[in-house]
């Protein structure tokens, strides 16, 4: 099968593909499992039944392949989000897919399969922490991933942002039990000694209590780490100071937007009435390189406050900015309000030329919804004209990230940053050029108007 990855193209970010190491865990052993990772491994697909994640980008790559696989004769299960938020598409192309967290009905769809009765569709259920098994890495070989030490301690989050759909997929928010996850910490220390962890949880610190408790644990075994977290713990003194005495290097923050209008509009009122400027300093001195994400498109976004966002946004002394348009994901809150209202252009995730990247690239500039104040084009040229000015390699900020690092004594993460900031940086003028150059359809950024085809 004709492999259309071009590494070139690849994520400034690479990790294990944790949810398939989880499965793996769940699987009886006759059966014999292989991992095949399009980030690192050529794709070979040699096997009798195959099993897929879902995530809403790469649905239309992944029907691809199954497809393929299945006139060949082989099995194709699917799971994963998409797979839970659109079950009757996703099986229009598998022998069965498994809807929601997999690890508790999983041997059943495995016994199914080796007896030969295989159902079109399983449902899982948020599975019960006190059933959480740790994770063997050993699955994921000498593979060798940008971040390698991957794990997480909780599930799903206590907010309900309407953009996002991981609060809606996951189902309640849920602790891992310490002794699991210093199991897992233990094996990756062993496994990956000189690298961080990074915790890919939706709201690592989400509730206060067992947050100190991980980041004791972390204090303990002496391991730094990176984390996401929301804008009110980022904003709170005393939880940055413990994580960094606890060893965090490093935190991608949820601002979506500096406004509270926008915030408050996507129900994402942790954010509101929060100083972004003041705690991100705050983390730099505590040894944190800050990653801030952010939203272009939100409802009270315009023309005329780009210029004052832009400045405000300057004055953050953060390692690097992550600016995003919207996009509207099938099974959250907002995509369904934006449907009803007729604001929705196109099934993006249908479209058959995903590029497999979570970086400032073609796929991730294009636009499937009306925007009140922004045409597609000129959302195009905001988020990479601001993308490119705030990742500007300047001297001051060079430094403010080296001398972060040096607070930690961790040279090299602070380099790593600097290098994505640069990436951000570049990519997007490469872009802006050849906007400039020719049209935006020519960098794959197409305005597209279509009308919606469900
Ligand atoms: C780690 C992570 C990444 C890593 C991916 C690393 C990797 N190699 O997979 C990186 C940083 C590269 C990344 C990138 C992106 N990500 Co991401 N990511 C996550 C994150 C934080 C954790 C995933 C995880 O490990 N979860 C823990 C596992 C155990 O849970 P799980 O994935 O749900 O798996 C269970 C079930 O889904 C099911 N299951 C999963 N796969 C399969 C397969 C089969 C066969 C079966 C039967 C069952 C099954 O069983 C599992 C066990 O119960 C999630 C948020 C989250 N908390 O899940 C977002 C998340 C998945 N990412 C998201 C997004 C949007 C992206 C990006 C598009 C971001 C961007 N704008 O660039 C890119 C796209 C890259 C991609 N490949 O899809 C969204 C996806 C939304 C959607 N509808 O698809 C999420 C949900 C975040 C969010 N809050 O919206 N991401
Ligand atoms: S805080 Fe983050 S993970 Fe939680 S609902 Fe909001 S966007 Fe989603």
Same mark, same amino acid.
């Given at each position: 099968?004709?492999?259309?990855?071009?590494?070139?193209?690849?994520? @400034?970010?690479?990790?294990?593909?944790?949810?398939?190491?989880?499965?793996?865990?769940?699987?009886?052993?006759?059966?014999?499992?292989?991992?095949?990772?399009?980030?690192?491994?050529?794709?070979?697909?040699?096997?009798?039944?195959?099993?897929?994640?879902?995530?809403?980008?790469?649905? @239309?790559?992944?029907?691809?392949?199954?497809?393929?696989? /299945?006139?060949?004769?082989?099995?194709?299960?699917?799971?994963?989000?998409?797979?839970?938020?659109?079950?009757?598409?996703?099986?229009?192309?598998?022998?069965?897919?498994?809807?929601?967290?997999?690890?508790?009905?999983?041997?059943?769809?495995?016994?199914?399969?080796?007896?030969?009765?295989?159902?079109?569709?399983?449902?899982?259920?948020?599975?019960?922490?006190?059933?959480?098994?740790?994770?063997?890495?050993?699955?994921?070989?000498?593979?060798?991933?940008?971040?390698?030490?991957?794990?997480?301690?909780?599930?799903?989050?206590?907010?309900?942002?309407?953009?996002?759909?991981?609060?809606?997929?996951?189902?309640?928010?849920?602790?891992?039990?310490?002794?699991?996850?210093?199991?897992?910490?233990?094996?990756?220390?062993?496994?990956?000694?000189?690298?961080?962890?990074?915790?890919?949880?939706?709201?690592?610190?989400?509730?206060?209590?067992?947050?100190?408790?991980?980041?004791?644990? +972390?204090?303990?075994?002496?391991?730094?780490?990176?984390?996401?977290?929301?804008?009110?713990?980022?904003?709170?003194?005393?939880?940055?100071?413990?994580?960094?005495?606890?060893?965090?290097?490093?935190?991608?923050?949820?601002?979506? @937007?500096?406004?509270?209008?926008?915030?408050?509009?996507?129900?994402?009122?942790?954010?509101?009435?929060?100083?972004?400027?003041?705690?991100? $300093?705050?983390?730099?001195?505590?040894?944190?390189?800050?990653?801030?994400?952010?939203?272009?498109?939100?409802?009270?976004?315009?023309?005329?406050?780009?210029?004052?966002? +832009?400045?405000?946004?300057?004055?953050?002394?953060?390692?690097?900015?992550?600016?995003?348009?919207?996009?509207?994901?099938?099974?959250?809150?907002?995509?369904?309000?934006?449907?009803?209202?007729?604001?929705?252009?196109?099934?993006?995730?249908? /479209?058959?030329?995903?590029?497999?990247?979570?970086?400032?690239?073609?796929?991730?500039?294009?636009?499937?919804?009306?925007?009140?104040?922004?045409?597609?084009?000129?959302?195009? /040229?905001?988020?990479?004209?601001?993308? $490119?000015? +705030?990742?500007?390699?300047?001297?001051?900020?060079?430094?403010?990230?080296?001398?972060?690092?040096?607070? /930690?004594?961790?040279?090299?993460?602070?380099?790593?940053?600097?290098?994505?900031?640069?990436?951000?940086?570049?990519?997007?003028?490469?872009?802006?050029?050849?906007?400039?150059?020719?049209?935006?359809?020519?960098?794959?950024?197409?305005?597209?108007?279509?009308?919606?085809?469900?």
């Amino acid at each position: 099968m004709e492999n259309r990855f071009n590494l070139e193209t690849m994520s @400034s970010i690479s990790q294990p593909p944790v949810p398939l190491g989880v499965l793996a865990a769940a699987t009886p052993r006759e059966i014999e499992t292989a991992l095949l990772d399009e980030q690192t491994d050529e794709m070979r697909f040699d096997g009798d039944v195959f099993g897929f994640t879902v995530t809403t980008h790469f649905a @239309s790559r992944v029907y691809g392949f199954a497809d393929e696989l /299945r006139a060949a004769g082989k099995k194709v299960i699917l799971g994963g989000i998409h797979v839970t938020v659109r079950p009757d598409e996703a099986m229009r192309h598998a022998d069965a897919i498994v809807t929601g967290e997999a690890e508790e009905v999983w041997p059943t769809v495995c016994a199914d399969l080796l007896a030969g009765r295989l159902r079109p569709r399983y449902d899982g259920h948020p599975t019960p922490p006190s059933r959480t098994k740790p994770l063997d890495y050993s699955f994921f070989g000498n593979r060798r991933y940008l971040q390698p030490a991957c794990l997480f301690a909780t599930r799903g989050c206590n907010f309900r942002c309407s953009f996002c759909v991981s609060s809606r997929f996951h189902g309640p928010f849920r602790l891992k039990p310490l002794d699991v996850l210093e199991r897992e910490i233990d094996q990756l220390s062993e496994l990956h000694p000189d690298s961080f962890l990074q915790f890919t949880d939706d709201n690592l610190l989400g509730n206060r209590e067992y947050g100190t408790e991980v980041l004791a644990l +972390l204090r303990r075994k002496r391991r730094r780490f990176a984390a996401m977290v929301t804008l009110d713990q980022f904003c709170d003194r005393d939880l940055v100071r413990e994580a960094g005495e606890s060893g965090c290097i490093g935190v991608a923050v949820g601002v979506e @937007s500096i406004d509270d209008d926008n915030c408050a509009s996507v129900s994402k009122y942790q954010n509101v009435g929060r100083s972004v400027a003041d705690a991100a $300093r705050w983390a730099g001195e505590c040894g944190m390189q800050v990653a801030l994400l952010l939203i272009l498109g939100l409802p009270h976004d315009t023309p005329s406050r780009t210029a004052r966002t +832009l400045s405000a946004l300057r004055e953050i002394p953060a390692a690097m900015f992550d600016l995003r348009i919207l996009r509207l994901f099938p099974g959250s809150d907002m995509f369904d309000t934006m449907l009803a209202r007729g604001d929705v252009t196109d099934c993006w995730w249908l /479209r058959d030329d995903p590029l497999p990247t979570n970086h400032v690239l073609p796929n991730h500039l294009r636009v499937y919804f009306r925007h009140p104040h922004f045409s597609a084009t000129e959302l195009q /040229r905001t988020a990479l004209e601001m993308t $490119r000015d +705030l990742n500007r390699m300047d001297p001051e900020s060079v430094a403010r990230a080296l001398e972060v690092g040096r607070r /930690r004594g961790d040279a090299a993460f602070a380099m790593t940053a600097l290098a994505v900031r640069a990436r951000f940086g570049s990519d997007a003028s490469d872009l802006l050029e050849r906007m400039d150059a020719t049209t935006s359809a020519a960098v794959g950024c197409d305005e597209r108007d279509s009308l919606l085809r469900l």
